[in-house]
């Protein structure tokens, strides 16, 4: 997971054209903070293309084991879900 300093619309450019892997915004923090979720490969391409713009954008890698809010919890999205 990463954690950026830029919207929902502001990660858009990052999360096209993914070279390698899948992800996506997993949490709207704020209108500024979002935080990005999915492949580990992915999420280094993204923190990789943030740090070459060079444009000051907040991001940090956010250290976890599974990649919450992402299909990585599909598997077991069942167990989760909500029974009367």
Do not use: W
């Not at 954690?3 to 899948?22: H, I």
């Not at 923090?29 to 713009?53: F, H, L, P, Y």
């Not at 069942?78 to 009367?84: A, I, K, V």
């Amino acid at each position: 997971m990463l954690s950026v300093g830029l919207s929902e619309d502001g990660v858009a450019q990052y999360l096209d054209n993914l070279s390698t892997g899948e992800a996506g915004v997993g949490c709207v923090n704020s209108s500024n903070s979002v935080t990005i979720s999915g492949d580990m490969s992915a999420i280094d391409e993204i923190d990789k293309r943030i740090a070459q713009a060079d444009d000051g954008t907040f991001h940090r890698k956010v250290v976890v084991e599974t990649a919450y809010h992402s299909h990585h919890m599909s598997a077991v999205a069942d167990h989760y879900r909500f029974r009367p």
